[in-house]
């Protein structure tokens, strides 16, 4: 699992699709500042 603050996963996610193609078994998870730490749990 990646995360990081705002979008930073998601704009990891992408830029690592355009250099290595699609990865199996990482999951990239946005975390805002109204979420808590028990959200990271759900994914």
Known sequence: MITGHGE???GI???LEMIAGKQEGVKFVP???NES???L???
């Open 8 to 10: 930073f996963s998601l």
């Open 13 to 15: 996610n992408d830029a």
């Open 31 to 33: 975390f805002f500042k």
């Open 37 to 39: 730490t028990d959200m």
């Open 41 to 43: 749990n759900l994914n």
